[in-house]
């Protein structure tokens, strides 16, 4: 009797990579356009014509199979290339070299609104996205009063999406993508946009999905869920596959290493002259002593930690908010804290010029582990200078030993943070003292 045929995977991906020209216009024109260009502006089209060709592979040589019903984690830092994938396997963008071979229908939860129009209701893009998924509307139906209660916009239903907050844009999106029975399910961070209720409710329709026999590939910093969801998961380093297998729970420990190449150090140095804006640019973010001295990792517990930003203001404005948040190791945020979270009279007082900011994390505050530190620059309600977990300078901080002069307290507790606080004692017909 012949052995039965090895089931080909849902998806292959060979030697692919994509490319960008950074800092040119690639912007079609025709023939007409180009002559009339060089006529009008003749310096200029010179200029251009020999302006170097920034060349920036976005990914490289990337290969991989995944098969039908495999739950498949993609993670890397942030610029690893984990998006440029995505896009590509959701045909939003297309590939410079290599091919990709996808075996079912997709359905792609990647930016917010991406795959809605914006001028139509909710109810309209939903059959929107089940067309575009080869559905008829007989077969959207069916599913269209399961999907308006996962997402809870039943009363927005009607309203144009454009007027949608990102929060709700992400649960119709994600409700649309999950249950109109797409063979292959994407899903970027974007989850992180929504509330800690609705991601549980998303991480549940995804288990759900992948006992289905469905495909599902996630991209997410939470490691935690990472372990939990996935069956395998690619580790991707400046746009190469850096590790790759089942082993979830080691490629996890290796990301996670403060000693793996590629993860930032206790210093950050703006050597590549980034993030050029006239309110605020960061040219240096460290973790530093008590004198402002960089500490090199790992760091005992039993002295104050500072974290210093230093920067340039070129222009004065009085929506500047600088700060910091702080993530351990499952990517959880521990805090967020900016320049201007206390009394306006104790706000420092800037001018143009070179400035320096501290603010300092107290010793015995941090449980012991691996922390990433993130620098937040934005002018409030109005735009990102960096921009959290997109681009944004980040240092690495590990917290090893120090952590109290108990004898009983000599090892990493249970919690997200682990503070020694003061007790007092007294006999009960005493007087409380403060």
């Known amino acids: 009797m012949a052995a039965s045929k090895k089931e080909k995977p849902i998806i292959e991906v060979k030697h692919l990579s994509k490319q960008y020209n950074i800092g040119i216009d690639t912007t079609y024109k025709t023939l007409c356009e ?31 199979e995944v098969d039908k019903g495999e739950v498949l984690g993609i993670i890397g830092r942030n610029g690893a290339g984990k998006s440029t994938l995505l896009k590509i396997l959701s045909r ?6 290599g091919e990709v071979r996808m ?12 795959g809605f129009h914006p001028e139509l209701s909710g109810r309209e ?25 996962f997402s809870g916009v039943e009363k927005f239903l009607d309203t144009p999406v454009k007027r949608y907050s990102s929060g709700m844009q992400v649960r119709l999106a994600f409700s649309v993508a999950a249950n109109l029975d797409p063979e292959i ?11 800690a209720a609705f991601q549980k409710k998303c991480l549940g329709k995804m288990k759900e999905v992948a006992e289905g026999g469905r495909t599902v590939l996630f991209v997410s910093h939470n490691m935690n869920a990472i372990e939990q969801m996935c069956k395998s998961c690619i580790l991707l380093e400046k746009g190469n596959i850096k590790q790759e297998g089942s082993n979830v729970s080691q490629i996890v420990k290796d990301y996670l290493s403060p000693y793996r190449e590629g993860v930032p150090s206790s210093e950050w140095i703006n050597d590549g002259n980034e993030f050029e804006n006239p ?53 959880i945020t521990i ?17 143009q ?79 409380y003292d403060e």
């Open 335 to 351: 805090y967020t804290s900016y320049f201007n979270d206390q009394e306006e009279s104790k706000w420092p007082q800037f001018s």
């Open 34 to 64: 180009s002559v009339t260009s060089a006529v009008r502006h003749p310096i200029k089209t010179l200029k251009d014509s020999r302006r170097p060709n920034n060349i920036f592979w976005a990914l490289k040589d990337v290969n991989f």
């Open 125 to 149: 893009n939903i059959y929107f996205n089940g067309s575009i998924l080869g559905m008829k509307k007989r077969e959207i139906d069916e599913k269209f009063d399961e999907i308006v209660k």
């Open 279 to 331: 309110w605020f640019k960061p040219y240096k973010f460290i973790i530093a002593d008590s004198f402002g001295n960089t500490l090199i990792n790992p760091i005992s517990n039993n002295q104050d930690i500072w974290i210093q930003i230093e920067g340039n203001i070129d222009r004065l404005n009085p929506a500047l908010e600088i700060g910091y948040s702080i993530y351990n190791e499952e990517g």
């Open 353 to 431: 010029g070179n400035i320096i900011l501290r603010t300092k994390i107290p010793k015995r505050f941090l449980n012991e582990g691996i922390y990433t530190i993130e620098l937040r620059a934005s002018l409030r309600y109005q735009t990102w200078i960096t921009e959290p977990e997109k681009k944004a300078p980040t240092l690495n901080l590990h917290i090893q030993g120090g952590l109290s002069d108990s004898p009983y307290w000599t090892s990493k507790r249970q919690g997200v943070i682990a503070p020694l606080l003061e007790w007092k004692g007294m006999m009960s017909d005493e007087r």
């Open 92 to 97: 939003i963008t297309y590939p410079t070299e």
């Open 185 to 195: 399910l994407v899903v970027d961070e974007m989850l992180a946009v929504g509330d």
């Open 103 to 114: 075996r079912g229908r997709v359905g792609s939860l990647l930016e917010v609104g991406t």
